[in-house]
């Protein structure tokens, strides 16, 4: 993979095929300068030396490409999905839809599923590109930190996920009230956006002056970019227009910032 992350234009928003709309919780980080910098390897590791670091970081890495195997898996089979819907079997992936994302009528009515499996599902190639080479760097600079265990690396990759879709329904059913109380909602939240932001709020926490390259030319501290996306979603937050999921963003960054404070913060090697 190329070192250079790009912004696509900053902040795009994603073409949807499917008849109802669906947000697309899309965003990008720029690359890194050093993935590592900030976060120090030890020279001694309180499980083992630094061989239990290293088994650590292993693990934690295992971990990340499992969670982008099964992001890929699944936008896998959604495209032969889309496939046979383009030769006129459309059932099988309006099925598929239906119980993988995220949408408020469907939740309210017991697809209690949909808030986990949404987080791993994507039709759109732009969307699973910039979610997978984001999380990629993000998430292999967030294992190598000392203090995250594989534990707590799956912790704050799924917590902040899971919080992405809370705060996508409790958004979409503000948003609903304003149409009446039997308004029906026609949109569908998918995407590994939210996870992404939780992971990248911890790092961001870890490591918040780690350089990071705006179209691999200006420079940033980390905790400047994660802020800034964090006020990008704030202010779209409640927009009619915008097809991205800012409130699944802000989800996946609330659990993050928790996360850190709670569990994380003051934690020596």
Request: hydrophobic share 40%; with cysteine.
């Amino acid at each position: 993979m190329s070192s250079l992350l790009r912004l696509s234009k900053t902040f795009r928003t994603l073409r949807t095929p499917e008849s109802s709309r669906t947000l697309s919780s899309h965003f990008v980080y720029p690359s890194h300068t050093s993935r590592y910098a900030a976060i120090p390897r030890p020279r001694f590791y309180s499980s083992g030396g630094y061989g239990g670091y290293q088994a650590q970081v292993t693990k934690n890495h295992a971990i990340l490409y499992g969670l982008m195997g099964t992001n890929i898996a699944v936008f896998g089979y959604a495209c032969y999905l889309k496939m046979q819907a383009t030769q006129g079997y459309q059932v099988p992936f309006v099925k598929f839809m239906d119980k993988m994302a995220l949408n408020l009528t469907t939740f309210l009515h017991g697809n209690y599923f949909s808030m986990l499996t949404s987080v791993f599902t994507h039709v759109d190639i732009g969307h699973i590109f910039s979610n997978m080479f984001t999380v990629y760097f993000m998430g292999s600079f967030l294992a190598s930190a000392p203090i995250i265990t594989p534990f707590r690396y799956l912790t704050i990759a799924l917590g902040s996920g899971l919080a992405g879709s809370v705060g996508y329904l409790f958004n979409r059913y503000y948003q609903l009230q304003a149409e009446g109380p039997h308004a029906r909602d026609y949109t569908r939240g998918i995407g590994f956006s939210g996870a992404v932001m939780g992971i990248s709020t911890v790092a961001a926490c870890l490591a918040p002056h780690s350089q990071v390259l705006i179209y691999g030319i200006v420079p940033m501290p980390l905790w400047a970019l994660v802020t800034g996306y964090a006020i990008y979603d704030g202010y779209y937050v409640n927009s009619t227009n915008s097809r991205i999921g800012h409130a699944g963003h802000l989800g996946g960054l609330a659990f993050g910032l928790v996360y850190y404070f709670a569990r994380l913060r003051g934690l020596r090697v």
